[in-house]
């Protein structure tokens, strides 16, 4: 049945059928439409206030439960639904591996419309909760207010924060006292820079008007037990930043990289931004199968060290290396699966349009003495052409990595004109993933699919594809 109530519609006892995109799930209106929720889990009956209507679905949420789903669990975080960062923790474990498959598999029919065989069993977390080595938190001194506090609003005066950012509303930064992401001494790290800078009056960015002492904290681990710890200032006050940047000195001696920037753009990106080291390297170690990486504050590294060796291990089984072959690396970032494979590989060629992720790439192949890996900087669909490869070999298999968007087409068209006998493609948005099959699917057949489960607790999923020519 469904009434009215203030403008919006309540539709009573619906079912939540499925787990949706982007960690929403999905129910049925009684007039046919789809209804969009989140902090449900399929299997809950519940009633539904709708904030959003279009022509095709709704938008709501649960304001009254009826029955809880089997799957559902009791989220460990006290900032669960609002937070709004790991949607899925009200779900068993079990029941999030059978919904990333799934997507898995419709994303390759649905979208890619290509053959695929039956997909390898998605490759769980060992660990659930602290397995991030990176977190971002923002700074600001007009914090989200939940509804308790918003019915207490004449009895807070302190309204600064560190923490995340609410989703869809840039300006707004929820205070996070402990967050299950990241392992210790992460939370300590965060909670003292905030209780530190409160005690000494320095002052907490306001996005809006610009203004305001600290802007950004992250933080970097790694399974080494290095910790990285950087705080970009939007001022340049430098008694105030180094009143905070020695009291982090001294109450975390285990820091190994302390490091601070000073941003006045309207942004907080810090890729063209100087990153001044204040204690310790300017880098922290990531180790893998003896092997070592440099990862400095713009270097990208998978954000969970334990599931990406085994999505590298996999990544090398996919490709089926013997020792003769020439293997190129796309979006080879800062050359860590070239690095990994190179030992099974007559020559591995890494290719990345970010320079400063080329430069730790060569700096770590030096490092681990591996000398039959060779590094590029360019745009992936400049570089990679007809002259490139006639340099440097022709390839047997590939290997490719790219951002979310996907490979642009005339990387696949390469592809196609150069026909390796073997491509690995790892990917951590199958969607785009299938559209780039679906291209490739004229000469090459998908023969191995897998996930793997990167980020336990949200609706992410990485996947493999191993295709081989026809």
């Not at 990285?228 to 180094?242: C, S």
């Not at 190994?256 to 080291?277: A, G, H």
């Not at 990387?411 to 490739?440: E, F, G, H, M, W």
Request: hydrophobic share 40%.
């Amino acid at each position: 049945m469904a009434k009215k109530k203030t403008d919006k519609i309540v539709f009573d006892h619906i079912e939540i059928l499925d787990a949706g995109a982007k960690g929403v799930c999905v129910a049925k209106a009684p007039d046919g439409k789809v209804i969009f929720l989140p902090n449900v889990v399929p299997g809950d009956v519940v009633d539904v206030q709708t904030f959003k209507k279009r022509k095709a679905y709704y938008e709501g949420k649960a304001i009254r439960f009826h029955t809880y789903s089997p799957q559902r669990v009791d989220p460990v975080c006290i900032h669960f639904g609002v937070c709004g960062g790991c949607k899925w923790q009200n779900m068993n474990y079990p029941q999030q591996l059978v919904y990333k498959q799934n997507e898995v598999k419709n994303h390759l029919q649905r979208i890619g419309k290509i053959e695929i065989p039956e997909m390898d069993a998605i490759l769980g977390a060992e660990n659930q909760f602290f397995y991030r080595n990176k977190m971002e938190f923002g700074f600001s001194n007009s914090r989200w207010l939940t509804e308790n506090e918003i019915d207490q609003l004449d009895t807070i005066e302190n309204k600064n924060a560190l923490g995340f950012h609410i989703p869809k509303m840039w300006d707004k930064i929820l205070d996070i006292t402990h967050c299950h992401l990241q392992a210790d001494p992460s939370n300590a790290i965060r909670n003292s820079i905030r209780e530190f800078a409160n005690a000494n009056d320095l002052s907490f960015f306001n996005p809006r008007n610009h203004e305001g002492l600290l802007r950004t904290l992250m933080i970097r681990t790694s399974s080494t037990g290095e910790i990285m710890v950087l705080i970009q200032f939007f001022e340049n006050d430098k008694a105030a930043r180094e009143l905070l940047l020695n009291h982090l000195a001294e109450t975390f001696p285990m820091i190994t990289s302390l490091q601070y920037v000073i941003n006045t753009k309207p942004n907080d990106t810090i890729y063209d931004q100087e990153i001044v080291c204040f204690k310790g390297r300017d880098y922290i170690l990531e180790e893998m199968e003896g092997l070592q990486f440099s990862i400095n504050a713009k270097s990208f590294y998978q954000t969970n060290s334990a599931q990406a060796y085994e999505l590298y291990k996999l990544t090398r089984e996919f490709a089926g290396l013997t020792g003769k072959e020439i293997v190129y690396d796309l979006y080879t970032g800062t050359g860590t699966i070239a690095q990994f494979v190179s030992k099974q590989a007559l020559k591995v060629i890494g290719v990345e349009s970010v320079p400063e992720a080329i430069l730790d790439a060569k700096a770590n192949a030096k490092r681990n003495n591996i000398e039959n890996c060779h590094f590029f900087v360019g745009d992936m669909k400049v570089v990679f052409n007809d002259a490139f490869i006639a340099q440097h070999g022709q390839p047997d298999v590939v290997i490719t990595d790219p951002p979310r968007d996907g490979m642009h087409k005339e990387v696949v068209a390469q592809l196609l004109k150069i026909a390796p006998q073997r491509i690995v493609y790892v990917s951590c948005n199958s969607a785009t993933q299938a559209r780039d099959l679906a291209l490739l699917d004229e000469a090459y057949t998908v023969t191995r699919v897998r996930p793997v489960d990167m980020f336990p607790q949200t609706h992410h999923v990485e996947n493999i594809v191993l295709l081989e020519k026809r």
